[in-house]
């Protein structure tokens, strides 16, 4: 008995031991890492960036998760039936940037040029995703410029005319509206063309829903200047790449904010190269062009252009659900990144429809854009005089 119970406090001294030690080496590892971070020099320290990259690619929904281990309050924050992932699946996605239920993290990785389209959704529609990325791609200028045969019946209407069904008209144009893309055009008004990227023509193009904006807005009130600059035909005059075309309107641009010190908000409308089921809403027997709204990242202030997008799209939702993608933002490589909205504050690139799609679409489409618009002009020049009387 006596040498049995000798022998179980030898196994616990031992436990006790190995116990000891262990917690002394983590107390010593600790330490050492603790002297390390301290002592290197800022350059190898473990910065905010870092760890920003590490958690970028967690959804938001999983960050709050994390932070309402130590705080209960972000815990409310979550869905009632938000289910939090395993911890194997966090540290996969935070050391790989791979997110297992998204193929497109993945691609990004293994696709060259993949990782530089961008790009950021900042408010997607009821179809918007990696499906409906905007890529700013052309073919040879030479083939933009090419003479093609164009089929369209201009629309006549009464109330085209400048009469305007608001109260209130503005003094000066204060909306600028023109296509820096200006030669987009349309498979279905260009019959002997089948390819999307043979889809230009001089005049029958998005220029026409430019027009067609400008009368809708006068309706309301608004009055604008629509641009009829020919960008493609100064590239080629300069012997520029397509991809210079923002160049090109850049100048064009700057010369009429110094002649017009009136102007507050600036449109760059395009279609997009996507086909037609992915521009199109239905409704009612009628079709509309889905608008997507542009932001260039890379302008200081771009904000201020984000806020003016984001309130459009909101408008439209509420006025026409699903006739907007949402709102992207675009910077880096393989983007122009400021698509000349550093110009002037609520400066907007605007999709339209897409190369599948006919003008009447995209007119309709332009129509509720001018509807929401308005709203919000109006709205904004009613909040500004009421500050002017308070002050």
Known sequence: MFKKNRTNVKKNIHLLYKTSTVYFVCFIFVFLCITLITSIKPTYRLSSHAITQWTEQLESETLLYLIGKDNRLFENALTHDYTAPKFSTIIFE?????????????????????????????????????EFQMVESAPPLEEIMQDRQAVFNEITEEDDEETSESPQTTAEEVVFIYNT???????????????????YHESVNITKASEHFAKALTKHGIRSQVDTTDFTNILHEKNWDYPRSYDASREVIKEVFQTNEHIQYVFDIHRDSLPKDKTTLDVDGKSFGKILFIIGAENAAYEKNLTLATELHERLEEKQPGLSRGVITKEGPGSNGLYNQDLLQNSLLIEIGGYDNELEHINRSVELLADVFSDYYWDAEEVHQTTAKGN
């Open 94 to 130: 935070m050391m790989t940037h791979i997110t297992p239920n998204e193929p497109q993290s993945f691609l990004g990785h293994v696709i060259p040029g993949y990782p530089y389209f961008g790009q950021r959704f900042v408010i997607g529609g009821t179809s918007l995703n990696n």
């Open 181 to 199: 893309h200006n030669r987009e055009s349309f498979l279905p008004h260009l019959p002997d063309v089948k390819k999307p990227k043979h889809a």
